[in-house]
């Protein structure tokens, strides 16, 4: 059950830029898209958490950045980077990946955007919060090469410079995005911290409105049909049905099934859009999805087998019977940050 929840939310974040592309055809502007599908966002988690008063509370033990030594913050503080997350770092990828698809086919747009993965682990390796394995160095070089392949491959009309450019940029922004998420992803519910940033990212794009002349919402049926499924599916759905999924199966195994949004993307283009990639796109492709697969992999083995140096941190563990929690179990109640994934 769990898996299928993961695959089913991997499905609804494909799904996106197939809704994007359609609402572009029915008449929707960027800037329109972009806002009514983080207010509506906003408003229906707002609603879910009225509902269920219970996933307003975050899960219980230490969050992962005290325990490994960083300063604590209010909840003031949470709050406040919670919004920003969304004001700032989602509302920026948001636009520049929407700006994209104006310009590139859907399913290339995905396999650009999914390098972002790789980009978190060299940022989070330079800053000291992970380290470069040779099995993680090699993950990296087959990404690289596979990115290489996918715009070496491209076709002439599938092909973009500022598209591709605004691809990146978007990735990167997302990478940002995730490393300050990091901190905060633990102190806050999951709900919760998701309806902070859409309500974040709704006020930007609210407040960029009212000072650019606002945005044009005469479209017909259609169009609100596809920021509906934009919201509902790829936003509101995708969330919480990832949420329900990590809870049965666990950060790795649920990071792994996320790998898959870009071949989602890429087939309901080939079957909705006509696109189509070239037989070198998709050996880039796959190259790219392999290696954070990869990642993911290592990262759960670590997380399976913890070094000596954990486990000595950890303490004694204490046999069945014995009186009292034991110490090193809190290697396995701590909450961890699942990997890179659309907040």
Not at 7 to 20: D, K, Q, R, T, W
Not at 79 to 94: E, F, I, K, P, R
Request: glycine share 12%; hydrophobic share 55%.
């Amino acid at each position: 059950m769990g898996a299928a929840l993961c695959l089913l939310s991997a499905a609804c974040f494909g799904a996106m830029a197939i809704f994007g592309k359609l609402a572009y055809d029915a008449g929707v502007s960027p800037g329109a898209l972009l806002l009514v599908r983080f207010a509506l966002a906003a408003v229906l988690l707002g609603v879910v958490l009225l509902v269920r008063p219970g996933l307003r509370r975050a899960a219980s033990g230490s969050p992962r950045g005290e325990a490994a030594g960083r300063p604590a913050m209010t909840r003031g503080r949470v709050t406040a980077v919670a919004v920003g997350l969304g004001a700032v770092g989602y509302a920026t990828q948001a636009s520049l990946f929407f700006s994209a698809l104006r310009l590139m086919d859907a399913s290339l747009l995905a396999l650009i955007l999914y390098t972002y993965p790789v980009m978190v682990t060299v940022v989070a390796v330079l800053l000291g919060r992970d380290r470069l394995t040779p099995a993680r160095g090699a993950a990296l070089a087959a990404a690289s090469g596979g990115t290489l392949l996918v715009l070496l491959g491209a076709g002439g009309v599938s092909f973009h410079p500022l598209g591709a450019l605004l691809a990146f940029t978007s990735a990167i922004t997302y990478t940002v995005y995730i490393l300050v998420a990091d901190t905060v992803v633990h102190r806050l519910a999951p709900v919760a911290l998701s309806a902070l940033v859409m309500t974040g990212a709704a006020g930007t794009l609210g407040a960029r409105a009212l000072l650019t002349g606002g945005v044009d919402l005469r479209f017909g049926a259609p169009g609100w049909l596809w920021l509906a499924c934009i919201a509902v599916v790829s936003t509101v759905v995708a969330m919480l049905t990832f949420f329900a999924g990590l809870r049965r199966t666990g950060p790795s195994t649920a990071a792994i099934m996320s790998t898959f949004e870009p071949v989602v993307t890429a087939a309901l283009a080939a079957v909705f859009l006509g696109e189509s990639l070239t037989p070198v796109q998709l050996a880039g492709g796959a190259l790219v999805l392999s290696s954070v697969a990869v990642l993911q992999l290592r990262r759960a083995g670590a997380r399976t087998n913890p070094s000596p140096a954990a486990v000595r941190r950890a303490g004694p563990v204490r046999r069945p019977g014995s009186a009292g929690p034991s110490p090193g179990a809190e290697l396995h109640a701590r909450p961890v940050r699942c990997g890179p994934d659309h907040p």
